[in-house]
């Protein structure tokens, strides 16, 4: 597959996971804005700007609901918001338009075409950020059952997993005590894992079962563990069709390997007692991984990332 073909299908799928993310992340929020009364509206968006790599200047004002939206939601240049991240799926598309399935495409382009140009109120926001979340699920499934499993194939999965891990651990970072601000439910409830989560604990949980499932229980598809374990059955199949990548390609399987083992073999507490520190080391890892494989198997060219990193 041609380098500039297969840099399109990796990053297709890393937009796509990033939107359905995003509206998560920010539903989660609105949520415990409006749930507990007692948190300061301003100091929630600001740790949520901050978990999303979203700079804020120290002579701007304090952050609003409103401010939150704009960023996150329909900001054209803002990288992290789901306008940029649909726009950015839908250019890639195009780029590819020779090996994506015809109904992929249209649901891309159809999505890029109704996204909101302009601010709207937080009544609106729910039902937009539940019609985001809709489109990229409408999009994935689409490439699961059209898609041939081809190196194409490989290359969008293997960026919907690096950034599942890294938006995974911004999630649950929010739920730090030092600079988040969601608890523990809410953050099982904005992943889709609550009801998974208390039938496996039988309908009890701690804060510690609830980041054990989150980042290491590979059953649930949306944890770190899963996406890690995804990664590298990924990357060994495409190394296995680029042979000639295989020796800087091991570079990233180290770095996913090595990242797995911390997370199955120190104790949850541990992980708890410095979770923004494990959390960005998590996000650390994906970025580390993503740029070996720019360098690996596509063109050379800017690497369109994160600008940002980090959840402080």
Not at 84 to 93: I, K, L, V
Not at 205 to 217: Q, R, S, W
Request: a neutral charge.
């Amino acid at each position: 597959m041609l380098s500039r073909i297969a840099e399109s299908m990796f990053w297709i799928g890393r937009y796509v996971e990033r939107a359905d993310h995003t509206a998560r992340m920010v539903q989660t929020q609105l949520r415990v804005i409006a749930e507990d009364t007692s948190r300061h509206e301003a100091e929630s968006c600001r740790s949520l700007l901050a978990l999303m790599s979203v700079g804020i200047s120290p002579d701007q004002p304090e952050p609003t609901v409103a401010e939150l939206l704009r960023r996150l939601c329909w900001d054209a240049r803002e990288p992290t918001s789901i306008f940029h991240s649909w726009a950015a799926a839908r250019d890639n598309a195009r780029r590819a338009r020779e090996v994506i399935p015809l109904e992929v495409w249209e649901s891309i382009n159809t999505t890029w075409q109704k996204l909101p140009t302009r601010q709207f109120n937080i009544v609106r926001a729910y039902s937009f950020l539940d019609w985001a979340r809709d489109r990229s699920a409408l999009v994935n499934g689409l490439a699961r059952s059209t898609m041939v499993r081809d190196d194409g194939w490989q290359f969008f999965l293997l960026g919907r997993c690096l950034e599942q891990i890294d938006m995974t651990s911004r999630m649950v970072a929010s739920a730090s005590p030092t600079t988040g601000s969601a608890n523990w439910p809410s953050v099982l409830r904005g992943m889709g894992g609550y009801d998974a989560f208390l039938r496996t604990y039988k309908g009890l949980y701690t804060d510690a079962e609830a980041a054990e499932f989150l980042l290491v229980d590979s059953r649930f598809p949306r944890s770190v563990m899963h996406g890690l374990v995804a990664a590298q059955e990924c990357l060994a199949k495409v190394t296995v069709a680029n042979p000639s990548g295989a020796e800087k390609s091991a570079e990233a399987a180290r770095l996913l390997g090595r990242l797995r083992a911390r997370l199955e073999y120190t104790p949850i507490q541990e992980i708890l007692s410095g979770l923004d520190d494990e959390m960005t080391a998590v996000q650390g890892v994906s970025t580390a991984v993503a740029g070996v494989i720019d360098k690996t198997f596509f063109a050379a060219a800017d690497q369109t990332d994160w600008i940002r990193e980090g959840t402080r």
